[in-house]
């Protein structure tokens, strides 16, 4: 089968890989559409090596059942479903918690194991599973579906961990509206009646924004902040939601949140935690205000954000690529020439 590997620091190609077999407590899905996350282009980009043997990358899956394990219950050939990122260890308190995306097996700062940074990933044509992390779609579309594994379960986590400040009428800043947040904005305008405040650097993005529901829609510069301040009479947004995560993002969160705001950080571009850990301790941070960084989803997240789609109430603007064309997919993302989400199909 073909399958998108990397192979080192930079280093992405289409291989001949064998199908892989399956374990007892597996199934093997045979992939409809996976997304590509920002997060492919971070690892793309990792400066070392992670593995002597290529990678299969893409953690954003939707396929069907091809093969189902000796010792797996429940679940037949044929079915339709996404993939849980999640491969956690099902056990530990977090875990029995519903809080799969915390599991205390994977240690302080670490992440559960996921497919395609660590285990072989989903861009290929087919890519086991642990049994426990498939969910079923319905008829749902593979290509509306893949990204619902990632960009929806994320942001979805992060809104519904903030939902104590999503009042009627409340300010809600979506900073950075690529494949998670032009959905975070859909969620937002789903579950609750909060002014929705959107920020990029590209003008198709702010557009998609609007389609997606924004109220406003902001240019990201040196002045964002006094722009939300202006729009929020000086007392700053209820919550901000940062797809980007760095410093300036950061920066511009810190001065723009409401007392007994929240600033949730789901962008992993880097920023310097210093400024918000600073600032939240210094006499510019407002009383009251929060700081999270926000990890992936619980599989309840998961199952939330595919009613959500199933009820139209999310729908992925996706790009549409085939999975020889993956590099040329993630060239695109990197360069802002992605409006919405790249899927790849194989
Ligand atoms: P994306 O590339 O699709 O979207 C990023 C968006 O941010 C783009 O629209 C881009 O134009 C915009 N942007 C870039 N610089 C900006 C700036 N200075 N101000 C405002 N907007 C700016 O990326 P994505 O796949 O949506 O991922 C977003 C981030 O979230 C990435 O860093 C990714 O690694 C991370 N991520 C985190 C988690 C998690 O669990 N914490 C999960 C998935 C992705
Ligand atoms: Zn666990």
Known sequence: MKAAQLMGPGLLEINDVPIPEISPSELLIRVGAAGICHSDLHLLHFPYKMREEPLTIGHEIAGTIEAVGSGVDGRSVGERGVVYLCWSCGQCRECMSGNENMCLAAGRT????????????GMAEYVKIPARSFVPIGDLDFLQAAPLADAALTSYHAIRGAREHLQPGATAVVIGVGGLGHVAVQILRAISAVRIIAVDVGQDQLDLAKRCGADITLESGPDTAQHILDLTSARGAEVIFDFVGIDATAQMSVQAVAPNGAYRMVGLGGGNPGITAEAAGGPGWPWGASIRKSYGGTRNDLVDSIALAQAGLVTVEVARFDLADARDALD????????GRAVLVP
Not at 110 to 121: D, I, K, Q
Not at 333 to 339: A, C, N, Q, S
């Open 110 to 121: 670490a992440m559960p194991p996921c497919p395609g940074l660590g285990p072989e990933g």
């Open 332 to 339: 695109r993302l990197e360069h802002g020439k992605v409006t």
